[in-house]
């Protein structure tokens, strides 16, 4: 795989489980989270890069890094896959992952097919990500713990609706960019 992996966590304990899984997962490269200046620059030698969340005791502590990936000026950073690997499967930490627009959460086991697979599920497939004042990321309408945005309300709101496909060679592909205005409860049309 041509795509690089930058572990998000600490250098012992998750993280480093997090990397050694990394390194047998076919990414061409694997290296610590060290910024988006980093990142940025790798991005211009492998178009897609995934970002790998260790597991933490307190998810929200992750929406700093999480943020400055999702609303990066870079595309091919701020489209990049960020996947959280969570030691187990509570609920609120998947629903905090969810609303800070992670693409996937995966639980224990953590074998190599079954990340693998996750993995390959992040490339080559159209892939709908919503953009709100307060929210970048996949489209999560078809989850119970999905984010309540404003699009999604009776309370109105601009959105947009993008169609992408992420691509080894090229990276990021963008098929379709929708600009929504949702109208307020008893506007008239």
Do not use: W
Request: proline share 6%; net charge neutral.
């Amino acid at each position: 795989m041509k795509a690089t992996a930058f572990v998000v966590g600490p250098v012992d304990g998750p993280g480093a489980a997090l990397t050694d899984l990394a390194r047998c997962l076919d990414f061409g490269a694997v290296h610590p989270y060290a910024g988006v200046v980093q990142a940025e620059s790798q991005a211009n030698q492998t178009p897609v890069c995934f970002f790998l969340f260790a597991a933490v005791e307190d998810v929200s502590t992750l929406r700093g890094v999480a943020d400055t990936i999702r609303f990066s000026s870079s595309r091919r950073i701020r489209f990049s896959p960020l996947i959280y690997f969570s030691e187990s499967p509570s609920v609120d930490a998947i629903t905090r992952c969810i609303n800070m627009g992670f693409d996937d959460i995966i639980t224990m086991p953590f074998t190599r097919a079954r990340v693998m697979d996750r993995i390959n599920r992040q490339v080559g497939h159209t892939l709908t990500y919503y953009e709100t004042p307060g929210y970048f990321g996949p489209d999560r309408r078809d989850r119970v713990t999905g984010p309540n945005r404003a699009a999604e309300t009776r309370h109105g709101g601009q959105f947009r609706r993008l169609e992408i496909v992420r691509n080894l060679l090229t990276g990021v592909n963008v098929m379709r960019d929708d600009l929504y205005m949702q109208p307020a409860e008893g506007a008239f049309l």
